[in-house]
């Protein structure tokens, strides 16, 4: 039996107001994800901080990753970035595919 992945789920202080982060949170977990939804986090730091502590195989982020810092600091992590629900529920299922068959 495969484990759920485990995904963060945050936006940055720049993401567009009504991202649709909480209806992304929503989506993901009736296709069976495991999400840890962090709300508005200030910047990547944060973000990166967030995925220290709670171990997640992926960090969905909107609306994107700022040059590629939080995928630096946090090796092994896939990171997608999205500005829509849909575009977040699509990136986030891709990412996690590979992730899901075995436990972490």
Same mark, same amino acid.
């Given at each position: 039996?495969?484990?759920?992945? /485990?995904?963060?789920?945050?936006?940055?202080? &720049?993401?567009? @107001?009504?991202? !649709?982060?909480?209806?992304?949170?929503?989506?993901? *977990?009736? @296709? !069976?994800?495991?999400?840890?939804?962090?709300?508005?986090?200030?910047?990547? %730091? +944060?973000?990166?901080?967030?995925?220290?502590?709670?171990?997640?195989?992926?960090? %969905?982020?909107?609306?994107?990753?700022? !040059? !590629?810092?939080?995928?630096?600091?946090? +090796?092994?992590?896939?990171?997608?970035?999205?500005?829509?629900?849909?575009?977040?529920? @699509? /990136?986030?299922?891709?990412?996690?595919? &590979? /992730?899901? *068959?075995?436990? /972490?």
């Amino acid at each position: 039996m495969s484990v759920p992945p /485990r995904v963060l789920l945050a936006a940055l202080e &720049s993401a567009p @107001e009504g991202d !649709g982060s909480p209806e992304l949170a929503r989506a993901l *977990r009736d @296709e !069976g994800i495991e999400v840890i939804y962090a709300g508005v986090l200030g910047d990547a %730091a +944060e973000v990166v901080g967030a995925a220290v502590q709670e171990d997640p195989a992926v960090v %969905a982020v909107s609306p994107a990753d700022p !040059g !590629g810092v939080i995928a630096a600091a946090l +090796e092994g992590v896939e990171v997608v970035g999205f500005r829509t629900v849909q575009e977040g529920l @699509e /990136r986030v299922k891709m990412a996690t595919v &590979s /992730r899901s *068959r075995a436990p /972490r």
